[in-house]
Nanobody
Framework: QVQLVESGGGLIQSGGSLRLSCAAPGDSFEDYVVGWFRRAPGKEREGVSCISQRGEHNYYTDAVKGRFTVFRDNSKNLVWLQMDKLKPEDTAVYYC?????????????????????WGAGTQVTVSS
């Protein structure tokens, strides 16, 4: 069982920045594809970004392109989501999730059904 732990959420003013962290203690972190998802009040959970096992590829949903950056350090078992120019519509609970793909080629998916392991989420609130 993979336990993911998010941190770094909080209350921030519009235009500000936050950096979320996702920690996954254990071995073989280099085989994990990691995604960031969010659920805004009254809305369905949506995929925000994801990064392949060794960081070769990444994906961003249109709403955050140019503002969010996902990166990872496999030596530390950490993935980060740097969120800049935050907007009130970014307010949500943010979740990191992962699935394991040990193939040598990079894997990338923003489909929730692909993800086996989920963190408990961290609240991000952006005030106007």
């Amino acid at each position: 069982q993979v336990q993911l732990v998010e941190s770094g959420g909080g209350l921030i003013q519009s235009g500000g920045s936050l950096r979320l962290s996702c920690a996954a203690p254990g071995d073989s972190f280099e085989d994990y594809v990691v995604g960031w998802f969010r659920r805004a009040p009254g809305k369905e959970r949506e995929g925000v970004s994801c990064i392949s096992q060794r960081g070769e590829h990444n994906y961003y949903t249109d709403a955050v392109k140019g503002r969010f950056t996902v990166f990872r350090d496999n030596s530390k078992n950490l993935v980060w989501l740097q969120m800049d120019k935050l907007k009130p519509e970014d307010t949500a609970v943010y979740y990191c999730a992962s699935y394991i793909d040990a193939a040598p080629s990079p894997s990338l998916s923003i489909l929730e059904d692909e993800y086996e392991y989920w963190g408990a989420g961290t609240q991000v609130t952006v005030s106007s």
